[in-house]
């Protein structure tokens, strides 16, 4: 599998907007779901509860308390996480 070919010079890059727009624009609220879904096969998916946010806009890291073992840790979602907010049932959903 090869690189995609480099941006030439009028070539623009499209903004992802919407669920796809992960990153540095993930928000969640203490009480919303954060789910880790596998990028292979054989990988576990991993879901938890968000206890504890450190910054006030709600951007990551995240306290959650992981349901399969109910330990807590801080935890620096990768663009295999994604949150579902539980109030409105409004998810983000990375891109791949």
Same mark, same amino acid.
Not at 11 to 15: R, Y
Not at 88 to 91: E, I, L, Q, V
């Given at each position: 599998m090869s690189?995609?070919?480099p941006l030439k010079k009028n @070539?623009?890059?499209?903004?992802a907007t919407g669920p796809e727009a992960i990153g540095a624009s993930?928000?969640?609220r203490v009480g919303d779901e954060i789910v880790v879904r596998g990028?292979?096969?054989g990988v576990i998916a991993r879901d938890g509860e968000i206890v504890g946010l450190h910054h006030p @806009? #709600?951007?990551?890291p995240? $306290?959650?308390?992981w349901a399969d073992s #109910?330990?807590?840790?801080?935890?620096?979602? #990768?663009? @295999?996480?994604?949150?579902?907010?539980l109030v409105? #049932? $409004?998810?983000h959903v990375p891109a791949r």
């Open positions: 690189a995609p070919a @070539d623009q890059a499209v903004p993930m928000r969640a990028t292979t096969a @806009d #709600g951007s990551p995240y $306290d959650v308390r #109910g330990r807590v840790t801080l935890y620096f979602p #990768g663009p @295999d996480a994604y949150i579902r907010h409105t #049932g $409004d998810c």
